[in-house]
């Protein structure tokens, strides 16, 4: 069974650091692209980063771009979100997800809540 | 950045009549490949997202057919047949072509 389980999410301050963890379960990050969504309080949903198995395909959403790091990990079968210089608006519930086609997501963790504040 | 527009943003539906929720997007969508990456989710409170729909009418694994995807170019449309009660919740459509990929707003479907 197809399974990601995301970890990592807290109360950080602005200018904070925090790192997001995602493990897979039931396939291997080797055979799929895998990418990051955030969804604020209330609001839509919010690509903001994907990685190819290889780590050498990464993109980035412009807003978190420089501030963000994605990586993975084959040997632990997982990947990673490294968010620094936190904002207040980065607060959100961020998933990964992932599939055949990163672009159509049919796997999505439970989330994980950041929370920037003061 | 493609904006996608949803609408209706609020959709009360009676159980069992059909329903039908537009996607506009503000370039085409077809992929170097010839794909249309137009997809599909619904998110009930609480819960992550689930595809229904991918490349614009694909049904996901375990997807009812009373969903239905359609369109091409820059308007898409998700019906779905027969509201049941665990339809409720919202819906987005997505768009996986042109980096950063998008979301609309989402249509909020409740029962009257």
């Known amino acids: 069974q197809v399974q990601l389980v995301e970890s990592g999410g807290d109360l950080v301050k602005p200018g904070g650091s925090l790192r997001l963890s995602c493990a897979a379960s039931g396939f291997t990050v080797t055979d799929y692209y895998m990418g990051w969504i955030r969804q604020a309080p209330g609001k839509g949903l919010e690509w903001i980063s994907y990685i190819s198995y290889s780590g050498h395909d990464i993109n980035y959403e412009d807003s978190v771009r420089g501030r963000f790091t994605v990586s993975v990990d084959n040997a632990k079968n997982s990947f990673y979100l490294q968010m620094n210089s936190l904002r207040v608006e980065d607060t959100a519930i961020y998933y990964c997800?992932?599939?055949?086609?990163?672009?159509?997501?049919?796997?999505w963790g439970q989330g994980t809540l950041v929370t920037v504040s003061s | 950045e493609v904006v996608m527009t949803q609408s209706p943003l609020s959709l009360p539906v009676t159980l069992g009549q059909a329903a039908s929720i537009s996607c506009r997007s503000t370039?085409?969508?077809?992929?170097?490949?010839?794909?249309?990456?137009l997809s599909w989710f619904h998110q009930r409170p609480g819960q992550s997202p689930r595809r229904l729909i991918y490349q614009v009418s694909n049904r996901a694994s375990g997807v009812p057919d009373r969903f239905s995807g359609g369109g091409s170019g820059t308007d898409f449309t998700l019906k779905i047949s027969r509201v049941e009660a665990e339809d409720v919740g919202v819906y987005y459509c997505?768009?996986?072509?042109?980096?950063?990929?998008?979301f609309g707003r989402g249509t909020k479907v409740e029962i009257k």
């Open positions: 997505m768009q996986g072509t042109h980096w950063p990929w998008t």
């Open positions: 997800a992932s599939g055949d086609q990163v672009r159509e997501p049919d796997f």
């Open positions: 370039q085409g969508l077809v992929y170097e490949t010839g794909k249309t990456f």
